[in-house]
Each structure stands twice: as structure tokens, then as C-alpha cells.
């Protein structure tokens, strides 16, 4: 799956690098993940894993380095070696490329479990509203949460509310879908209903990077392992390879207290 | 079925919570508990009001019968419509400019955050009374009001006493001072919104003006409106002193020109009480409709089953 060719290619990472003032949250980040795959980023807290997830879609300015999706440089145009900033119209054309499920749900909250999910293809995409209802009722129909469309966040569950939110970000049909630690801020058994959505994505053949530790799922779900410390990606490959024979002493040191 | 049972659907927590169904209430028969305390205190109230009452409507001194021969006079009701207009309009003008200098201070442009932060600085800073008198000196001040070039022609000019009448001094003073006061209600409004918001909406690829109507501002909107229904009440009654200006049609004025026609303050100023009172309410029946409208989604029970 860890093709090289450029039309394969969704996300690639270029040396990236991060700077929040004096602290170095990213220290040149080299990464590609092919169409139709899943990367999963695991590492301790404070590694840069939702850093490197939020340069992706641009929540994160990046400060050296090149972020592109499906080839195309994110957030700069490049000319004779100097990085000209788009316009704030133009980002955010590029951000409806990737969905984001974010780990405290961030649903909007005045908004129903409906209008959640409508109000990127009405209101950014300019669909037309009854074709966005029959699309976004079909969606909450996809992630288990059918009849519930009326409902406010604050009067659905944890596990619901992130249903919601993947079918909001699934609404913009992105060619790549970012999960933030999805199941984190969810209680212990509501976890399962949003990694089986999860799961079902993966069978559609989805391109996607999701940061979790959920090991147990990343073994099951991901072609594309990588371990991250201290902003830097220390070791990637299979699952089978780095979950069960890591090479890397900071990677084993990290599996023997999470596994 | 068991109490266990009925707890979980009614958390709603199940993933296919979505089936309605119909649970049998479990409840027991509570004997309510009896408050003599509550009665004691009651009955004292009750006594204490009927007293004050009857001291104030047999009392010579508040002069009833003039009281209720102007409460409807013509002059008064004039009054009450100046008011009400004054009211309205200011804060119909100081909202969207209130909102326009959040969004100033908030911008990255450093010239446009400090004229924002220069006005709440000048306004709220200087008194009403004042603002109000240099809007009634304006035509005394600037005689000709001038659309020109910098340095170069001029292009169209006007009589200042045309355009900055007493009305119009008297809600540009009004508005232009609640704007400062507003626009920090309205900052702090916002900044109470969590961040995720505003990245769940770029996510979705949303433009920074389609963050600020689709999403920020009907969030704010809920913690706004208390302290801006405050604001109006506030106002309603600041309107007493455009006789800075002067402006003479106001409801305080036209009952202290009466009071000072028949020498009896007393039932003139429970006139204008009478009515700042009922202006009061009326707004305040607005502002519950309004609070409803814009608490949709955070002040509703978490039922599981409907």
C-alpha cells in the first residue's frame, strides 16, 4: 500500500515543522499515505500526533516544510523557492477536502443532530436544502443514529454526538477523513459504537489518519502504523511489524506500558 | 421489566434508543411535607403590603385624582411614544455597530482593533450628559456639514441645523454611548464560546463570515441577551436626559413641565413611573421570546424518550 507513485498519493508530508513560540512541536515530519489507506499515529501525549493531524487540514499554520493532498502544495503557492500564503477564501477551498472528527465532538450545539450534518453542504457548498436533508438523513441512517436527526447535541450520549460529527464531516464527501483521538472523551462502553462506524468507513475504502490509543483497534483497522515522540516520527510500518516487533527502544518502551 | 432496564432507556444511551417506547413510571406515593413556616411568612407579606397599600392610595399627599387625570393626558402619551422611539431606535443602531466593533477587535488589522478599542475607550469614558450636550451644540460647532476632497474641493454641502436635528442629537448621543457598553457585553459574549467551534466550522471549510453568522453569533446571542435586555431597560430610562440636548418631547420631560405647571411633583412623578414601568415590561416580555429562540439546544431537559 506504501506506494510512491504521485497519483496514488493523498497525504504527503515534506519535512514539516512546528514551532508554538520557543517549543518545537514538530521536527521535520516525513510522511505519505496512499489513496485509500488507513494511518494510524500513536505515541505518548505531547508527541505532536493531533499537531501533525491539524497541519493536515490547515488548523495548524505550519513553520517549515510541505504539506500536499493529492499533489497539491496546502496553504502556499511555491515560486522560485519563496511560499506565498493563499487567501483565507482559498484555505478554506482546500479544507473541504479533508473532514475532521475532532476528540470533544465539537457538534454545534445550537443546531440539530440535522442541521449538524447539513449545514457544511448548505451553507459552504450551497446545495440545495431538501437534497442536503435527504443526503444528511441517509448519513445519520449510516452511523446508526436514525430518527435521531431532531435532536440536540446536549440530548444524545457521547457516543452519539460523535456519530454525528463523522457524518457531518462524511456530508462534504472529503477525499481524506482525520479522526483526533475520536474515542477519548467517551465513557468505556460507548466506545464501541464509534469505532464500528469507524470500521465501516475502512470497508468503503476511505483514505484516512486517525490518532488513537486504542491499540487494539489500530492492529485491526490500520495498514500504516506510525509511532511518534517528541515530534518526530521514530518508526512506521505494518501493524503486524511495529505493534508486535517493534526495532525501536522508545516504541517498545511505549507498547509495554500501553499493550 | 427492571429498574435497570427502564434507567438505560431512558439515558437514552442504547444505540438503538432511537424505537420509541413506553415504560410504566415506577413511582411511589409521597405524602407532600407540610410549611407552616412558609405560611407564617406569607400571611406577614400579605399585611405588610395591605398597609403600605392602603397608606398610599388614602394618602392626600400622592393627589390620585391628579395623578389619573394625566396619566392618559395626550401630552403624556406623546411622551411615552418619544420615549419608546428614542429607545428603540438607539439600540436598533447600537446593536449592529456594537457587533461591528467586536469584530473591528477582534480583526488582525492593528489600525482597525484600536479605532475599536479608541471608541469603548472615549464613550464609556466621558458622561452622557455631556455626549448629549456637544450633540445638541453640533450645528452651534460645525455650522455646515461637507463631503470633500482632503485639501481639494468640496462636493456637496449641507446645513448642519438640517441633518443633526434634536432628535437626531438626542439618539446619535443615546446610541453612540450604549455602543462602548455593548460592545464589551458582546466580547464577552464571545470569547465564552469554546474554541472547537470555531475549528469544527473552518474544518467544514466555513469562510470567517460564515463562522461569524452561522455559528458565533447565534451561540453568543444566548449569553448576550440578559445583559443586553439590561442595556435597553437602561437606556429606556438614560432617554431623560436628552433635555442635555435639549430635546423636549421626551416622557420625563413632559411630566416635570406639567409638575411645574400645577405645583404637585408627587403624582407626576408616579405618572412617569407608571409608564417606565409598563415600557419595562413590555420589553421584558420580548426578551423572554428572544431567550427562548436563542436558547434552543442548551436550555432543554435531556430527555431520552419522547
Not at chain 1, 88 to 117: D, E, K, Y
Not at chain 2, 47 to 74: C, V
Not at chain 2, 109 to 128: K, S
Not at chain 2, 290 to 302: I, S, V
Request: aromatic letters at 8%.
Amino acid at each position: 500500500m506504501m506506494s510512491n507513485s504521485t497519483h496514488t498519493l493523498s497525504v504527503e508530508m515534506d519535512s514539516v515543522h512546528k514551532h508554538y513560540g520557543q517549543y518545537h512541536a514538530l521536527r521535520g515530519v516525513d510522511l505519505k499515505v496512499a489513496k485509500g489507506e488507513i494511518c494510524v499515529a500513536i505515541g505518548p501525549s505531547g508527541s505532536g500526533k493531533s499537531t501533525l493531524l491539524r497541519c493536515v487540514n490547515q488548523l495548524e499554520s505550519i513553520s517549515g516544510g510541505r504539506v500536499k493532498i493529492n499533489g497539491e502544495l496546502q496553504g502556499y503557492r511555491e515560486r522560485d523557492g519563496s511560499f506565498y500564503p493563499l487567501s483565507p477564501g482559498q484555505v478554506s477551498r482546500q479544507r473541504r477536502r479533508t473532514g475532521m472528527v475532532f476528540q470533544r465532538f465539537n457538534l454545534f450545539p445550537h443546531m440539530t443532530a440535522l442541521q449538524n450534518v447539513i449545514e457544511g453542504p448548505v451553507h459552504v457548498n450551497g446545495e440545495r436544502k431538501a437534497e442536503a436533508r435527504q443526503r444528511g438523513l441517509a448519513l445519520l441512517d449510516r452511523v446508526g443514529l436514525a430518527g435521531l436527526g431532531d435532536r440536540y447535541p446536549a440530548q444524545l450520549s457521547g457516543g452519539q454526538q460523535q456519530r454525528v460529527a463523522i457524518a457531518r464531516a462524511l456530508a462534504m464527501e472529503p477525499e481524506v477523513m482525520l479522526f483526533d483521538e475520536p474515542t477519548s472523551a467517551l465513557d468505556p462502553e460507548l466506545v464501541g459504537e464509534v469505532l464500528e462506524v469507524i470500521k465501516s468507513l475502512v470497508s468503503a475504502g476511505m483514505t484516512m489518519m486517525l490518532v488513537t490509543h486504542e491499540i487494539g483497534f489500530a492492529r485491526e483497522v490500520a495498514d500504516h502504523v506510525i509511532f511518534m515522540d517528541e515530534g518526530v516520527i521514530v518508526e512506521e510500518g505494518r501493524p503486524s511489524e511495529l505493534l508486535g516487533n517493534a526495532r525501536e527502544q522508545r516504541t517498545q518502551a511505549f507498547l509495554s506500558k500501553v499493550l | 421489566m427492571t429498574k435497570d432496564d427502564i434507567n438505560e432507556l431512558q439515558d437514552g444511551r442504547r444505540p438503538n434508543a432511537a424505537a420509541p417506547c413506553n415504560v410504566d413510571v415506577v413511582q411511589n406515593r409521597v405524602v407532600q411535607r407540610r410549611h407552616p413556616g412558609r405560611w407564617l411568612v406569607a400571611i406577614l407579606i400579605v399585611i405588610i403590603a395591605l398597609q403600605a397599600g392602603q397608606g398610599m392610595a388614602n394618602n392626600p399627599n400622592f393627589h390620585w385624582d391628579t395623578y389619573f387625570t394625566y396619566l392618559f393626558s395626550p401630552f403624556v402619551l406623546r411622551g411615552v411614544g418619544w420615549t419608546l422611539l428614542l429607545t428603540v431606535v438607539s439600540m436598533a443602531i447600537s446593536i449592529p455597530l456594537a457587533l461591528a466593533l467586536v469584530i473591528m477587535r477582534e480583526n488582525e488589522n492593528p489600525i482597525l482593533q484600536g479605532v475599536a478599542w479608541f471608541w469603548v475607550w472615549f464613550f464609556r469614558g466621558t458622561p452622557i450628559y455631556t455626549q448629549l450636550a456637544f450633540w445638541g451644540l453640533f450645528a452651534v460647532l460645525f455650522p455646515r456639514i461637507s463631503v470633500a476632497v482632503p485639501f481639494g474641493p468640496e462636493l456637496l454641502s449641507v446645513d448642519s441645523r438640517w441633518v443633526v436635528t434634536p432628535a437626531v442629537a438626542a439618539i446619535a448621543g443615546l446610541s453612540f454611548n450604549e455602543t462602548a457598553y455593548l460592545s464589551e457585553i458582546f466580547r464577552a459574549g464571545f470569547r465564552a464560546i469554546d474554541r472547537g467551534q470555531t475549528e469544527a466550522a473552518q474544518a467544514i471549510g466555513m469562510t470567517k463570515p460564515k463562522i461569524w453568522t452561522r455559528i458565533l453569533i447565534p451561540q453568543a446571542m444566548r449569553i448576550i441577551i440578559p445583559p443586553t435586555g439590561n442595556e435597553t431597560i437602561g437606556v429606556l430610562k438614560l432617554t431623560s436626559l436628552v433635555l442635555a440636548v435639549p430635546f423636549t418631547l421626551d416622557l420625563t420631560f413632559a411630566t416635570n413641565a406639567i409638575a411645574n405647571r400645577t405645583y404637585l411633583p408627587v403624582p407626576l412623578l408616579l405618572v412617569a413611573a407608571t409608564w417606565y414601568l409598563f415600557i419595562t415590561s413590555i420589553l421584558m416580555v420580548g426578551q423572554y421570546y428572544l431567550e427562548r429562540h436563542y436558547g434552543r439546544g442548551h436550555d432543554m431537559p435531556k430527555e431520552g424518550v419522547r
